[in-house]
């Protein structure tokens, strides 16, 4: 079985949902590390022992989203998941270490008990789950970037051009949902668009809607990149912007700031412009300060690695990061 790519995020939570066990490496272009990863993962994925396995790869760097979530901080990293569900990974470049948590993972899976049917009644609650996984919910053949049909496709254009906030779900990857939904809501046809819990209708629907502006009232809407900045540097009193975090700063002047925080004894934040390039471009512009890291209190900006020393050679460093001056 060949190695899967995978560059977003619908495309990966529905790999992953997968009954079998699924590997997944993060990875990036520019780390030496990560090509002859992906080559042991290519070797894996012919050999007949792993026939059940799936393999697949995600640049970590440009799902940021995703990588946050599974607290990616460095590259390569493997995690491994069964069900949708992390049950083991792998931190670094190591081969034999990967190689030995699948043998163990597999050898675990096979004195399992036989799954035993799945009741109507635990059916019906996966699809409440699922329909009330995010505000707006779009059930679709296909993702959100690469729909799989003209009306999905359409459906998609729609929604995006009212800048809705809505996650999607491919009913082309689960059979038992595509067909559980349609009786569940009593609902025939794909794809399906529910707010709140609730279902809006197909495509006809969510088009007679649009016309009379009900629906654009109706959806959440996707925070504007400003918005999302203030509420970012505003996360935390004392807001750290830098490659890499605390622990593994990726960068000589984020280790520098770091060594210099440490010494404060404060409690402090980070946040990794490597995995997210709308924060990492749009804070340039927002604060008019072009470099990183980035230091700020209480949502104002202090300056970067210099001004830091500065202060510090001052004695004013610990009253400035206290908000005291």
Same mark, same amino acid.
């Given at each position: 079985?060949?190695?899967?790519?995978?560059?977003?995020?619908?495309?990966?939570?529905?790999?992953?949902?997968?009954?079998?066990?699924?590997?997944?490496?993060?990875?990036?272009?520019?780390?030496?590390?990560?090509?002859?990863?992906?080559?042991?993962?290519?070797?894996?994925?012919?050999?007949?022992?792993?026939?059940?396995?799936?393999?697949?790869?995600?640049?970590?760097?440009?799902?940021?989203?995703?990588?946050?979530?599974?607290?990616?901080?460095?590259?390569?990293?493997?995690?491994?998941?069964?069900?949708?569900?992390?049950?083991?990974?792998?931190?670094?470049?190591?081969?034999?270490?990967?190689?030995?948590?699948?043998?163990?993972?597999?050898?675990?899976?096979?004195?399992?008990?036989?799954?035993?049917?799945?009741?109507?009644?635990?059916?019906?609650?996966?699809?409440?789950?699922?329909?009330?996984?995010?505000?707006?919910?779009?059930?679709?053949?296909?993702?959100?970037? @690469?729909?799989?049909?003209? !009306?999905?496709?359409?459906?998609?254009?729609?929604? &995006? =051009?009212?800048?809705?906030?809505? $996650? %999607? +779900?491919?009913?082309?990857?689960?059979?038992?949902?595509?067909?559980?939904?349609?009786?569940?809501?009593?609902?025939?046809?794909?794809?399906?668009?529910?707010?709140?819990?609730?279902?809006?209708?197909?495509?006809?629907?969510?088009?007679?809607?649009?016309?009379?502006?009900?629906?654009?009232?109706?959806?959440?809407?996707?925070?504007?990149?400003?918005?999302?900045?203030?509420?970012?540097?505003?996360?935390?009193?004392?807001?750290?912007?830098?490659?890499?975090?605390?622990?593994?700063?990726?960068?000589?002047?984020?280790?520098?700031?770091?060594?210099?925080?440490? @010494?404060?004894?404060?409690? !402090?934040?980070?946040?990794?412009?490597?995995?997210? &390039? =709308?924060?990492?471009?749009?804070? $340039? %512009? +927002?604060?008019?300060?072009?470099?990183?890291?980035?230091?700020?209190?209480?949502?104002?900006?202090?300056?970067?690695?210099?001004?830091?020393?500065?202060?510090?050679?001052?004695?004013?460093?610990?009253?400035?990061?206290?908000?005291?001056?």
């Amino acid at each position: 079985m060949a190695v899967k790519t995978v560059s977003n995020k619908d495309e990966f939570e529905n790999k992953i949902t997968s009954p079998e066990l699924v590997v997944v490496h993060f990875w990036a272009h520019w780390a030496a590390q990560c090509g002859p990863m992906n080559e042991v993962l290519e070797e894996l994925a012919k050999q007949i022992e792993y026939k059940d396995v799936k393999f697949v790869k995600i640049p970590a760097e440009e799902v940021p989203e995703v990588s946050l979530k599974y607290k990616v901080s460095a590259v390569p990293t493997f995690v491994l998941f069964r069900k949708g569900n992390e049950v083991d990974r792998v931190d670094g470049a190591n081969a034999a270490e990967l190689t030995k948590k699948i043998n163990q993972r597999i050898a675990k899976d096979e004195f399992s008990p036989p799954p035993v049917a799945r009741p109507v009644e635990d059916l019906n609650s996966r699809l409440k789950k699922l329909i009330n996984a995010a505000p707006a919910m779009l059930f679709m053949k296909g993702s959100a970037q @690469e729909p799989r049909c003209g !009306f999905s496709k359409q459906i998609v254009a729609i929604l &995006e =051009e009212l800048s809705a906030e809505y $996650k %999607t +779900f491919d009913i082309l990857n689960d059979e038992e949902v595509r067909q559980g939904l349609k009786t569940y809501s009593n609902w025939p046809t794909y794809p399906q668009l529910y707010i709140n819990g609730e279902l809006i209708g197909g495509l006809d629907i969510v088009k007679e809607m649009v016309a009379s502006g009900e629906l654009d009232k109706m959806l959440p809407k996707k925070a504007s990149l400003e918005e999302r900045l203030k509420a970012l540097i505003n996360r935390h009193h004392l807001m750290i912007f830098m490659k890499g975090n605390r622990d593994q700063p990726r960068c000589g002047f984020s280790r520098q700031l770091m060594e210099i925080l440490k @010494e404060t004894n404060l409690q !402090f934040d980070t946040f990794d412009i490597l995995g997210d &390039e =709308e924060v990492r471009q749009g804070l $340039k %512009t +927002f604060s008019q300060w072009p470099t990183y890291p980035q230091v700020y209190v209480k949502g104002q900006l202090v300056g970067g690695l210099d001004i830091i020393k500065e202060l510090k050679e001052s004695g004013e460093l610990m009253s400035t990061l206290k908000g005291e001056s």
